[in-house]
Structures are given as structure tokens and as C-alpha cells.
């Protein structure tokens, strides 16, 4: 049941990250034609900035769940499937240990922010908003490195 609803607000993320990639594109086209005819986008440096934070944290979730994400395997395939699940059991570790820590720095990092009241230089927008984005963003990737750590250790077992 949890993990079929982190799959599920990981699939809404990689939505919301599309949509979010999909608007860079068109405001930074925008901005390019009217840069040209001297009336460029004001502020769009900046929200393409926090656009790209939306992106990659929405995505990852989804990345990592669905094996999207580029794998430096050519050593490793040539293993037998049981070393291949110790690889993949101290990369997901590892894995977890990182994202864990650099969620909770996010959330600190955003709390510390919204304490200062800092906002974007040009548009006056807070900047905590999308700190604590990104950070939910990294929660449900570490979520999800869980669930795979979860079935290779189930494999080790089986295997």
C-alpha cells in the first residue's frame, strides 16, 4: 500500500516535471523573440532557474523507480546475478545515505530561508518555496531507493 502510494505521487512528480521542462523551453523561446525585438522576459533567468530545481527533483523519483537513469554496465552485466544484486545493494546504500542527508539539509536550508525571508533578486519571489520542492522531490527519490533496496535484498535471499 505505501509503496504503491510513492509510485504513484512519483508518477504525478514526472508529470509535474514535464509540464515545468515543457514551460522552460516555451519562456526561454519567448524570452529569445523578444530579446530580439529588445523587450526580453523580465525575470525569466530566475524562474527558469527555479523551473530546472522542479524538474530535477520531480523527476528522479520516477527515474530511479521505472531504471531510467543512465547505468555504467558493461562490467557489471558480465557478473554472475548474485554479485550484480551485492553491487546494487551497496550502490542503493550509498545511495540512501546521500539523498538522506541532502534531503534534511534541504529542509533545513529551506526553514533557515524562510526564516530570513530571502526572495529571488529580480522578481521578489521566496526562494524556501522551492527548497522545500526540491526536498520533498529527494524524500520520495529516497522513498524509492528503499523499495529497490527492498527487492534486492529479496533477491540475495532467493538467489
Avoid at 100 to 118: A, D, F, H, P, Q
Avoid at 120 to 147: D, H, R, W
Wanted: charged share 15%; proline share 3%; hydrophobic share 55%.
Amino acid at each position: 500500500m505505501i509503496t504503491r502510494t510513492f509510485d504513484w505521487i512519483s508518477r504525478k512528480m514526472m508529470l509535474v516535471a514535464g509540464f515545468f521542462l515543457v514551460s522552460m523551453m516555451f519562456l526561454t523561446c519567448v524570452d529569445v523573440a523578444g530579446r530580439m525585438f529588445r523587450h526580453p522576459v523580465f525575470g525569466s533567468y530566475e524562474l527558469i532557474s527555479f523551473m530546472a530545481a522542479v524538474v530535477v527533483a520531480g523527476a528522479l523519483p520516477d527515474a530511479h523507480s521505472e531504471r531510467r537513469h543512465i547505468g555504467v554496465e558493461i562490467v557489471v552485466n558480465k557478473l554472475s546475478p548474485k554479485i550484480q544484486n551485492v553491487f546494487e545493494l551497496v550502490t542503493n546504500v550509498l545511495s540512501l545515505a546521500l539523498f538522506s542527508i541532502v534531503t534534511w539539509r534541504m529542509i533545513v536550508y529551506g526553514l533557515n530561508m524562510k526564516k530570513s525571508g530571502e526572495v529571488s533578486m529580480n522578481l521578489n519571489l521566496p526562494e524556501y518555496i522551492v527548497i522545500f520542492i526540491v526536498g520533498f522531490g529527494f524524500l520520495v527519490f529516497c522513498a524509492s531507493i528503499i523499495k529497490t533496496l527492498v527487492s534486492t535484498v529479496q533477491n540475495l535471499r532467493e538467489g
